[in-house]
């Protein structure tokens, strides 16, 4: 039998990857372990042996994203496994598709893998191809999320991720820095450091020291960022609380070992909303802190995320928000009305705000930080700025991300003239125009 029947006759397995970057490394996983068996991977439900779909619990309207796709796949295939956030409830999807083959929680890769085993076994195929170094990934060559952990120790009011997900379990930290090094060492440029609450790192194994590159490093946040810090890529990190020892980290950003980046959920700023969302870390002095880290760092950005028409929210409460954003300057904002999830503890909270209310608070919240971020990048034209190409059109122009931005949720640096460029290297380009998110640049002579 010639090598190319042998691969044809490979099993084939459906992916469908909901929800957030966590659960995106979880397929990524799955896929890197079924790739390694000899498994492949088809677009088309038709086409596969069987389907796994890792769906997203975090919403309601993200739990009816997943069931849609869990019936798509039904429909088309038949063969299906479910995991992800919504495994956690498995009765929500049995009871509508009595016949799925498995449902596993999130982070249950292996019980994923067996179920894969139980409806199409590997196929015997000394000729597979051997997976890259780096594992499979679902984001470009150039850039990779890192989980540190799982699960979360909080009680959010609005969040029901702990009860989907579990406490707080944060991955041994030379665990993290082994599979670091392995993805730098397959090409990544950039390491996205992801977790529901990547500062609380480590407090789970009260900071357990292991070896790592012949020092004592502890399965904590600064030693984190001190051992990523020297890869030499670029380091992001997402989901960070205002937990004091955040400030720890600012010098190693204004060293430039880390990115000058820290993506912090603030979700509000009035105490008294804080207090009902039962929000993590000390949020009383926030605007002092954010001065003393711009004071030591400059150049750094702050990204966040905020509720509007949280429970109780007051028109007084919502414009101290916006008096706060005016004042925090927070680079890059994202707001969301607020959605009352089935099974959070918010849903019983007195002063539900009417959903026309929530549309027009969400309204003035945007419409605040455009002007905030159109003010921040004009103040940028004409500077010379380091950029990480993404993407290139093969006709000059380019797609690239300042350090200030994150892949997906953040601006570009649209490029042109940048011949020669390719997705992965940081080049020196000098801004010549803005819009309200975006800059747009060239080359620089210094590159
Ligand atoms: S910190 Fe709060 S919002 Fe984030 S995962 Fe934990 S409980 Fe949910």
């Given at each position: 039998?010639?090598?190319?029947?042998?691969?044809?006759?490979?099993?084939?397995?459906?992916?469908?990857?909901?929800?957030?970057?966590?659960?995106?490394?979880?397929?990524?996983?799955?896929?890197?372990?079924?790739?390694?068996?000899?498994?492949?991977?088809?677009?088309?439900?038709?086409?596969?042996?069987?389907?796994?779909?890792?769906?997203?619990?975090?919403?309601?309207?993200?739990?009816?994203?997943?069931?849609?796709?869990?019936?798509?796949?039904?429909?088309?295939?038949?063969?299906?496994?479910?995991?992800?956030?919504?495994?956690?409830?498995?009765?929500?999807?049995?009871?509508?598709?009595?016949?799925?083959?498995?449902?596993?929680?999130?982070?249950?890769?292996?019980?994923?893998?067996?179920?894969?085993?139980?409806?199409?076994?590997?196929?015997?195929?000394?000729?597979?191809?051997?997976?890259?170094?780096?594992?499979?990934?679902?984001?470009?060559?150039h850039y990779?999320?890192?989980?540190?952990?799982?699960?979360?120790?909080?009680?959010?009011?609005?969040?029901?991720?702990?009860?989907?997900?579990?406490?707080?379990?944060?991955?041994?930290?030379?665990?993290?820095?082994?599979?670091?090094?392995?993805?730098?060492?397959?090409?990544?440029k950039e390491?996205?450091?992801?977790?529901?609450?990547?500062?609380?790192?480590?407090?789970?194994?009260?900071?357990?020291?292991?070896?790592?590159?012949?020092?004592?490093?502890?399965?904590?946040?600064?030693?984190?960022?001190?051992?990523?810090?020297?890869?030499g890529v670029w380091?992001r990190?997402?989901?960070?609380?205002?937990?004091?020892?955040?400030?720890?980290?600012?010098?190693?950003m204004a060293e430039g070992k880390i990115l000058p980046y820290?993506?912090?959920?603030?979700?509000?700023?009035?105490?008294?909303?804080?207090?009902?969302?039962?929000?993590?870390?000390?949020?009383?002095?926030?605007?002092?802190?954010?001065?003393?880290?711009?004071?030591?760092c400059p150049d750094l950005t702050?990204?966040?995320?905020?509720?509007?028409?949280?429970?109780?929210?007051?028109?007084?409460?919502?414009?101290?928000?916006?008096?706060?954003?005016?004042?925090?300057?927070?680079d890059?904002?994202?707001?969301?009305?607020?959605?009352?999830?089935?099974?959070?503890?918010?849903?019983?909270?007195?002063?539900?705000?009417?959903?026309?209310?929530?549309?027009?608070?969400?309204?003035?919240?945007?419409?605040?930080?455009?002007?905030?971020s159109e003010d921040k990048l004009q103040a940028k034209i004409g500077q010379t700025i380091s950029v990480m190409i993404d993407e290139t059109d093969g006709e000059g122009g380019a797609d690239a991300r300042s350090m200030g931005d994150a892949p997906?949720?953040d601006g570009k640096v649209l490029l042109r003239d940048a011949q020669g460029v390719k997705a992965g290297d940081v080049v020196k380009v000098t801004v010549e125009d803005a819009d309200?998110y975006d800059l747009y640049a060239c080359l620089s002579s210094d590159t």
């Amino acid at each position: 039998m010639s090598i190319n029947t042998k691969k044809l006759s490979s099993p084939k397995v459906g992916v469908v990857s909901l929800g957030c970057p966590k659960a995106l490394v979880d397929s990524e996983r799955i896929m890197t372990q079924l790739r390694s068996e000899g498994y492949q991977f088809t677009d088309t439900h038709q086409n596969a042996d069987v389907v796994i779909v890792n769906t997203c619990g975090f919403l309601d309207s993200a739990k009816e994203e997943s069931l849609a796709s869990i019936g798509q796949a039904m429909k088309d295939n038949g063969r299906v496994i479910v995991t992800g956030c919504m495994g956690a409830e498995p009765e929500q999807i049995t009871a509508k598709y009595p016949n799925i083959l498995a449902v596993t929680g999130p982070h249950q890769y292996e019980q994923v893998v067996e179920a894969v085993h139980d409806a199409v076994p590997p196929a015997h195929d000394p000729f597979v191809d051997l997976v890259p170094e780096g594992g499979l990934k679902l984001t470009p060559r150039h850039y990779a999320y890192l989980k540190i952990s799982e699960g979360c120790n909080n009680r959010c009011t609005f969040c029901i991720i702990p009860h989907l997900r579990g406490d707080l379990v944060s991955r041994p930290i030379h665990h993290v820095m082994f599979e670091a090094e392995k993805l730098v060492n397959a090409g990544v440029k950039e390491l996205l450091v992801i977790s529901q609450d990547t500062s609380a790192y480590g407090i789970d194994t009260k900071y357990a020291e292991y070896p790592w590159k012949g020092a004592r490093r502890k399965t904590k946040f600064l030693d984190l960022c001190e051992a990523l810090g020297d890869l030499g890529v670029w380091v992001r990190l997402h989901y960070v609380y205002p937990y004091p020892h955040v400030d720890e980290v600012i010098p190693l950003m204004a060293e430039g070992k880390i990115l000058p980046y820290l993506d912090i959920p603030f979700q509000h700023a009035s105490p008294k909303v804080l207090k009902a969302m039962r929000r993590p870390g000390n949020q009383e002095k926030t605007l002092e802190r954010i001065k003393a880290w711009r004071d030591i760092c400059p150049d750094l950005t702050l990204r966040s995320t905020f509720i509007v028409g949280f429970p109780g929210e007051t028109e007084e409460d919502f414009e101290e928000l916006l008096e706060w954003m005016q004042e925090a300057q927070i680079d890059r904002a994202g707001a969301f009305k607020y959605e009352n999830v089935e099974g959070a503890p918010s849903r019983e909270l007195d002063g539900h705000v009417p959903e026309e209310v929530k549309q027009e608070r969400y309204e003035r919240f945007m419409e605040i930080q455009r002007q905030i971020s159109e003010d921040k990048l004009q103040a940028k034209i004409g500077q010379t700025i380091s950029v990480m190409i993404d993407e290139t059109d093969g006709e000059g122009g380019a797609d690239a991300r300042s350090m200030g931005d994150a892949p997906e949720i953040d601006g570009k640096v649209l490029l042109r003239d940048a011949q020669g460029v390719k997705a992965g290297d940081v080049v020196k380009v000098t801004v010549e125009d803005a819009d309200d998110y975006d800059l747009y640049a060239c080359l620089s002579s210094d590159t």
